[in-house]
């Protein structure tokens, strides 16, 4: 059955029937557990990855190193969670080492990303410091191999 | 000008070349014809290459090969199936198992003797087996039996002449692999008539409904077993031209004798790569191997369900289905698939008489692709089995 989600996380708009006819199951199964799973949380949503520079999009993103002030009691949690509710942030991580928050924020332009950090990361409270990566190319994300595309040198017939 | 030699020009072309050339000039093909991985090889296997260049290995090697590849080597086949070589001596690093099998079978023939072989069966077998001066002796095997290769039909092949069994499991082009029994029953008969046995075994990686037997490791078989590996198909390394040839010593000294005054050794930054491949790849092997399995049933599936009959391929990555139902033979069917709905298959009859009425396709692509080439050959099928119905209409009725 993890064989299903591995299919689905590669591609989510793989057909139960196909999926089926993969792992040599019934299709009916395969919509059950797929329905299943997504009662209870296991598959989350599903999203399309998208090459935005390829379209033609100019959006910017930067890689914030963040300091913060931990709460007694708390933690980090909840000055996490006032960084993660703006939806300019796309994504946030505790991490080990010399910062404690690595904060991922888009905008449409470099100014849009520096004004969120200057007026409202930067100055909430217990944020002792920021340190502002911008993206300058992605190479890849999540798996996915932006940079150069798939080519089959393979003869079209061969013993 | 005097003529050239003989038997060369005696042997014809390989039958898939002839539709490589059809297929190679026209637009939005998807190939099925490809026998070799769609998987580039792992990038820890290609980097551990670029650094060999790095270093500088561009030497010759020894002629047997690098001594850690041939260590590596004597200990992977201890690990997988139990069977012992000496690295020292009883192991050569070919340039790919077609070397393997020439060295092979010129090592092993005198003029005249006969090789058994099943067929369908590899393009190269019967060829090398007459260039190196044998005679082949073809042992059919039938879709109804999933293409099973009996051991009492080759039992009724062999003669005093008889030298050797060439065997190849899994099998390319049927998929099929071999029951460790009868592959015990075989080896049985080569102790018997004392034969020798050559098991191409470049497949042994791929297969997915029981493990590989290693013939070698059967009772009675090591003394008297030419075992032939690589790495093309389980690490996806076709274009390295690196595979290896493990006998008993007198054995291995002679196919050592023509391979260093013939290719002195193989691509030494190659030899690095399966090194690499021997030592970290198990990871890759499984996760291709698992894709392949994915691949290998919803193919099959649809084969079926387009009207193809065909029997579950236990090995490799080939389904060899019957086209019976389209009343075609196997090249035209192949030919017209192609012209009519741009899919390239291999016809059977390349393979030897016993592959007509099949036709090769090989699962090494994309599942995309092979819903597309399914519903391609579905419609095609359609198309076969609607002439089939008008030429009956236009019969006149028996009287």
């Known amino acids: ?159 | 000008m005097k003529p050239l030699n003989h038997v060369v020009a005696a042997t014809p072309p390989s039958g898939i070349r002839r539709f490589f050339d059809i297929a190679q000039q026209m637009e939005g093909v998807i190939s099925l014809g490809v026998g070799e991985p769609d998987f580039v090889t792992p990038w820890h296997i290609r980097e551990a290459a670029i650094y060999a260049i790095e270093r500088g290995c561009t030497s010759y090697t020894s002629n047997a090969g690098l001594p850690r590849l041939r260590e590596a080597i004597a200990a992977h086949l201890h690990r997988l199936y139990g069977v012992q070589y000496d690295p020292g001596a009883e192991i050569i690093v070919t340039v790919g198992v077609s070397e393997g099998l020439d060295l092979a079978l010129r090592a092993l023939l005198n003029p005249g003797d006969e090789v058994i072989l099943p067929e369908p069966a590899y393009v190269s077998y019967a060829p090398c087996v007459s260039f190196a001066g044998g005679v082949p002796a073809v042992v059919r095997t039938r879709g109804v039996d999933g293409f099973r290769l009996r051991p009492e039909e080759i039992a009724d092949r062999i003669t005093p002449r008889t030298k050797a069994i060439l065997l190849c499991f899994p099998s390319n082009p049927t998929g099929t692999i071999q029951s460790q029994q009868d592959l015990q029953d075989i080896v049985d008969l080569a102790v018997a008539n004392d034969l020798y046995l050559v098991s191409d075994e470049i497949y042994d990686r791929l297969t997915y409904v029981e493990a590989h037997t290693c013939v070698a490791s059967l009772r009675g078989a090591w003394e008297r077993t030419v075992l032939l590996n690589g790495f093309s198909k389980a690490y996806a390394m076709t274009g390295w031209r690196v595979a290896y040839a493990c006998a008993p010593r007198p054995v291995t000294e002679a196919m050592l004798k023509i391979h260093q005054y013939s290719l002195l050794c193989a691509p030494h930054a190659a030899q690095w790569a399966a090194v690499e491949a021997l030592e970290n790849g198990e990871a890759a092997v499984r996760a291709m191997v698992e894709e392949y399995d994915r691949r290998r049933r919803f193919f099959v599936r649809g084969l079926c369900r387009a009207g193809l009959d065909c029997h579950e391929p236990g090995g490799a990555f080939y389904a060899f289905p019957s086209i019976a139902r389209s009343g075609l033979s196997s090249e035209q069917f192949a030919e017209q698939l192609l012209f009519q709905e741009r899919v390239a298959v291999v016809p059977g009859n390349a393979f030897g008489i016993s592959g007509e009425g099949h036709v090769r396709c090989s699962y090494a692509t994309g599942v995309g692709h092979l819903e597309e080439a399914l519903a391609r050959i579905a419609r095609f099928m359609e198309r076969c089995h609607q002439g089939a119905l008008a030429r009956d209409r236009r019969e006149p009725a028996p009287a």
């Open chain 1, 1 to 159: 059955m993890r064989a299903i989600l591995e299919i689905l996380e590669r591609d989510a708009r793989t057909s139960p029937e196909r999926i089926a006819d993969m792992l040599g199951l019934d299709a009916a199964a395969v919509r059950s557990q797929i329905e299943e799973w997504e009662r209870t949380g296991v598959i989350r949503r599903s999203k399309t990855v998208v090459d935005w520079e390829r379209y033609g999009d100019e959006r910017v993103s930067a890689f914030i190193d963040v300091s913060v002030t931990p709460e007694r009691g708390s933690g980090f949690d909840d000055i996490a969670a006032r960084i993660y509710r703006f939806p300019e942030v796309r994504s946030v991580f505790l991490v080990s080492g010399g910062f404690d928050l690595r904060v991922i924020v888009e905008g449409r332009s470099i100014k849009e990303v520096a004004n969120f950090v200057a007026e409202k990361l930067a100055p909430l409270d217990r944020v002792t410091s920021t340190n502002t990566h911008f993206l300058l190319k992605t190479y890849k994300e999540d798996g996915d191999i932006f940079a150069e595309a798939d080519t089959d040198h393979r003869l079209l017939v061969a013993p």
